[in-house]
């Protein structure tokens, strides 16, 4: 994923100033990868809902959303669908972590370049 990534497009898209210094290459690494790795993700969680049972514990907690407070919690939020909104949840977990692992290594390279 990180090799299909990179591109002359892409080499360009990181030098954009609105990006944040310490997370631009995984905020590019997340634009160009998140489609695919939902590919990846979405069945494992799927299985993995399904066999724990919250898949059917959601829907039947969905199912009452015709309930009028529930209704304004639940209808036309984006949580209705537990496997993606499940799937979402872990790609931001996944890219916070690299981000952090970036600012790290770009302090290390900052740090080495100050000591030549």
Known sequence: LARAGLSPAGIIDLARPHTPRYSRYTQYFRKVSEARLVEKFKPIINQ????????????????????????????????????????????????????????TFVAILRQEQLNY
Do not use: H, W
């Open 48 to 103: 993995a809902t399904t066999q724990t049972g919250a898949t059917a514990a959601y829907k039947k907690l969905t199912d009452l959303s015709s309930t009028p407070l529930l209704s304004e919690v639940l209808v036309g939020s984006d949580s209705l669908d537990l496997d993606q909104y499940v799937t979402n949840k872990s790609l931001d977990g996944l890219f916070k972590y690299i981000a952090m692992e970036e600012k």
